[in-house]
């Protein structure tokens, strides 16, 4: 798909000394060799099912109490399934613990597996 565009920026500009389609072309390369090179961002072009002991679903680290959901393979279930995997602190013995889960159905699920949520459909206008 990006090999065409990468193809065209890197044929002679019709301005004389322009780097500008040259510089484009190396980015663009650049991007596809750290995507690839990357699980997490590979996963958001082409959806695999990642393992939890790989990697958990990414959470914004300034904030106590968030989550996300994704699709989870959870063990024991037949078919994957919506679930939201959390973070909060709870004070424990006095110290600030920091639990991270998958939820659903207001349970505590085992997931093995999950992956982003896909896009949702756009209205048509």
Request: with cysteine; charged share 35%; proline share 8%.
């Amino acid at each position: 798909m990006y090999e065409d565009l990468v193809k065209r920026l890197r044929e002679p500009c019709q301005y004389e000394n322009c780097v500008l389609c040259k510089e484009a072309a190396d980015a663009i390369e650049k991007l596809i060799e750290v995507i690839q090179n990357h699980d997490f961002l590979k996963s958001l072009i082409k959806p695999r099912w990642i393992p939890v002991t790989e990697q958990k679903p990414p959470l914004p680290e300034d904030e106590d109490v968030c989550y996300v959901q994704v699709i989870g393979a959870v063990k024991g279930r037949k078919e994957a399934e919506p679930v939201l995997y959390s973070r909060a602190y709870r004070l424990r013995d006095g110290k600030r613990v920091r639990i991270e889960r998958f939820v659903g159905d207001g349970e505590v699920l085992e997931v093995t597996h999950w992956m982003l949520m896909p896009e949702p459909p756009k209205e048509e206008s």
